[in-house]
């Protein structure tokens, strides 16, 4: 057809629809308040990026620390002030023009993500655990990313005593993307938060000082792995549009539950189409467990906390998983509640073999990095139990598991940076045999994590270990319950065998030293073993608090 004929068709067409007809395109109504948390950290991120550019660079270590930490505390104010003014109960809604939920869940798990950012940047801007080098502070992370490890640039860099001060802004736009991906209302902005928050953290993952190839090799795998998840994502989000004709919550849930009453014309032929619905639904699904290091998903998780700088992994372990679950939770709650007889048979065997796989391979770990990252996969394990009791329970137990999680897991990797030997961290099990003999405060500390992470009680751990068995127990998923206790029981054996081995084993001659951390550490480890006492004996007011959180806007 020639142009002037399709020029032709156009005029006619659109002469003979009357002007009052044609749709106009609405101006979008933002709800900046409600997503100040948002935009402070994103701004604060944008602003690190300038002070790279034009901040002298023997300032910008302070700088970037100090717009890190105000931004932070900043978004948790507002976080706080929408919770006190009714966003989390009465007033939840869904804002941006459908594009964000600001309702309970959302609040406190953006809550807890920024807590646990705040600790987590405390363990990043930490320069008094190494000798100095050639008369500088120097911290975990490679003095110049750009530079071939063991090459001359990487040697004059150092000796320049140059930073890589860029790990702040990178870490605040992590946090920017995980305070989108709980809270997202529709397919695209959950995925673009996902991506928000993955590419700075396949960065962080590459720049450790020591071990650098590792590090490398670490960000490379997360990197690939989470390209394939996310494609995955993609294409079930793709699938599903196809199925529901929106990529919005609320009309993919009508749509799975036969409630919907205007059907798109264009898409008539495949909405309702369950083949679409299922494989769609299970792609997403899959993109998620792959995020909270779910088995059979699992496989990056003990490489990548092994080789990327111990205070990202601590970041990545706390708050990705925060923000991960609190993604599948809205998921299955206002999605596919619909939809539970599909998936729940399916998540009761994603739940036993995590639960089994994380407790058993940990026990045959010799490294702490690697051990621990078996632990969070035990850890995912029973999360995942709240998650699939489909109650309200399930929902504020599941909260409450997160937010003691979190501190326990960054206080966890900050007491590793501390034990150190001539080549850096000390992380081969073997070296911190007797280390409670030579440093009897460290080990304790430690041995206080470690049975929060078993779930002794009067520990953190306990507390949200129960609040999930029981919300599971209570939604019929009593068998769920007996495979967590005896993983529970298998996971305490490796925690309480460590323990042993720091407090009833002779310290070695040439064993590492423990270095004095700066305040800065103190306070993220001080924080962790508050958190994780106080949540274990007294825990009745953050439960209710979970509760009072616990419901999803639709």
């Not at 002298?56 to 717009?67: A, H």
């Not at 929408?82 to 600001?102: N, P, R, S």
């Not at 014309?265 to 779910?294: E, R, S, W």
């Not at 092994?306 to 372990?317: C, I, R, S």
Request: glycine fraction near 10%.
């Amino acid at each position: 057809m020639s142009a002037s004929a399709v020029h032709s068709l156009w005029t006619m067409a659109s002469a003979a629809a009357p002007q009052d007809t044609i749709d106009k395109i609405d101006t979008p109504t933002i709800e900046y308040a409600q997503l100040s948390p948002t935009l402070i950290v994103i701004g604060a991120a944008v602003l690190g990026i300038l002070i790279e550019a034009f901040v002298p660079r023997k300032s910008r270590y302070y700088v970037q620390v100090f717009v890190a930490v105000v931004a932070i505390t900043a978004a948790f104010a507002a976080v706080v002030g929408l919770a006190a003014t009714g966003y989390g109960t009465t007033k939840a809604h869904i804002a941006a023009m459908g594009a964000i939920a600001v309702d309970g869940p959302a609040l406190f798990l953006q809550g807890t993500i920024l807590l646990a950012g705040l600790v987590a940047i405390f363990t990043f801007a930490e320069r008094r655990l190494d000798p100095l080098a050639h008369g500088n502070r120097v911290d975990s992370f490679v003095a110049q990313a750009g530079a071939v490890p063991g090459s001359e640039g990487e040697k004059a860099a150092t000796k320049a005593g140059f930073t890589t001060t860029e790990v702040f802004p990178l870490a605040l736009f992590a946090i920017g993307g995980m305070l989108v991906f709980p809270s997202a209302n529709d397919l695209l902005t959950l995925f673009i938060a996902l991506e928000v928050f993955s590419l700075p953290l396949y960065l962080l993952c590459a720049l450790a000082r020591r071990k650098r190839l590792m590090s490398q090799e670490a960000a490379v795998k997360y990197f690939l792995l989470g390209a394939f998840s996310s494609a995955f994502m993609l294409f079930g989000i793709a699938l599903l549009y196809g199925y529901a004709g929106s990529v919005s919550y609320g009309t993919i849930a009508k749509v799975v539950d036969g409630s919907i009453e205007t059907v798109n014309p264009a898409l008539a032929d495949t909405m309702g189409n369950d083949a679409l619905l299922l494989i769609g639904a299970a792609m997403i699904v899959m993109g998620l467990l792959f995020k909270v290091g779910a088995v059979p998903f699992h496989m990056w998780t003990p490489d990548v906390y092994q080789g990327a700088p111990t205070p990202v992994t601590g970041f990545m372990a706390a708050a990705t998983k925060v923000a991960a679950f609190g993604a599948l939770l809205r998921l299955f709650y206002v999605v596919l509640p619909g939809l539970r007889w599909d998936w729940r048979p399916v998540m009761w065997g994603v739940v036993i073999l995590t639960m089994l796989a994380g407790a058993i391979v940990a026990i045959t770990q010799t490294d702490i990095k690697r051990l621990l990252a078996y632990s969070s996969i035990a850890h995912a394990g029973f999360i995942l139990a709240g998650v699939i009791a489909m109650t309200p329970d399930g929902i504020s137990s599941v909260l409450f598991y997160l937010g003691a999680y979190s501190f326990v897991t960054i206080g966890a990797f900050a007491v590793v940076t501390l034990v150190r030997d001539a080549g850096g961290e000390a992380t081969h099990l073997s070296k911190w045999a007797g280390l409670g003999r030579r440093s009897p405060l460290v080990a304790a500390v430690f041995a206080v994590f470690l049975l929060a992470f078993a779930g002794i009680p009067l520990t953190s751990g306990f507390s949200g270990k129960f609040a999930v068995f029981k919300a599971a127990a209570e939604g019929g998923a009593g068998a769920l319950v007996v495979v967590g206790v005896i993983s529970s029981a298998i996971a305490a054996f490796f925690y309480i065998r460590v323990i042993v081995l720091m407090f009833f084993s002779e310290p070695k001659a040439d064993g590492p030293t423990v270095a004095v951390p700066s305040p800065l550490t103190m306070t993220a480890i001080g924080v962790g073993v508050a958190v994780t006492v106080v949540l274990g004996v007294a825990p009745q007011y953050f439960l209710d608090l979970a509760n009072q959180a616990g419901v999803f806007v639709r």
